[in-house]
């Protein structure tokens, strides 16, 4: 037996790397290249898929744009997996298979491991959309046990954009096929681990605020998704015109987007009661480095305030 005094293997718990103008991108060319072979393939997708006017959507249009078959399966509440749905659609499906699984808000699905295990054991082709957990990821170790994950730098860095696609399965031809567009993108020389703590710091005090405001539901409790890194804090409004807080918030300066908050029409037209609310209701709070405590005081003062007045004015 030899022991080398230090790592050798280059391929070891290594990932490759290819970098594109934005996470769409980098999808879009992974699902050229993996169908380029002619086999018939079907794509699993989620059922809470955003779309907008003005961007249209990141995950369901290189999808339309390829002319892929797929399918939904369907969440539960908190946009939670169900299995057993994703175990039924399997069985369905003739052909070779691949299942998109994302990571919304940067939160990992509670039974995820299961999933990949099921999957795994049904030989189907795996994409993380870690657009929002890239830390989750990288620093947190939850998440990346897939056959490839998607990663969006703009939306975790102040980059003004950037995107990639990585994986371990180096050698396969659908991966050499791929070729990158853009450089690296220089995500390294952050400090990933101190970002990640100041996110979870932030989402930690949002929770603290938001704990006994009955005009809000809290989608990602602590207890339920430990050491995981958000991308954002997200909630249901309870009261209110969630388009118009949304607005006037952010008419006042104060950040806070809604992911996502108008359907895919292929999804809109399942008329599914859990993401129908989820997609009328979601509002998402800011978590990122760039703020502290008494920002996010403030800010939750003017959202309760708001708030406030349309409970006052009988405004359900």
Known sequence: MYIE???CNMGNYCYEMKCFSSAREALR?????????????????PSYIGWSPNEGSGIYDPICELGLKHTFYS??????????NVKRLIKMINGRKMFLLVHYFG???????????????????????????????????????????????????????????????????WWNRIIPEEKEYPFYKYELGSIAAKRKENALYWEKLFKSNKSVELLRRSEEYKNQTPQTFPVLLNHGDRYKVYQNMN?????????????????????????????????????????????????????VEMISKYMESGVS
């Open 5 to 7: 005094k230090k790592p």
């Open 29 to 45: 060319k992974l699902l050229q290249e993996y169908i380029r072979g002619g086999e018939d393939t079907t794509i699993l997708l």
């Open 75 to 84: 969440l539960a509440e908190g946009l939670v997996i169900d299995i057993n």
């Open 107 to 173: 939160y990992v699905d509670p039974r995820y491991k299961e999933l990949i295990y099921l999957l795994r054991q049904e030989g189907v082709f795996i994409i993380e959309d870690a657009a929002h957990a890239l830390y989750t990821h990288f620093i947190d170790g939850l998440c990346g046990l897939g056959d490839c994950i998607i990663y969006s730098f703009h939306k975790m860095l102040p980059f003004s954009g950037g995107g990639a696609v990585c994986t371990k399965n180096i050698t396969e031809s």
């Open 251 to 303: 008419n006042l300066g104060y950040g806070i987007i809604s992911l996502y908050h108008t359907m895919i029409k292929p999804i809109a037209d399942m008329k599914d009661a859990v993401i129908d609310r989820i997609s009328n209701n979601i509002l998402n709070f800011p978590v990122h480095q760039d703020i502290g405590i008494e920002d996010m005081r403030k800010m939750y003062d003017v959202f």
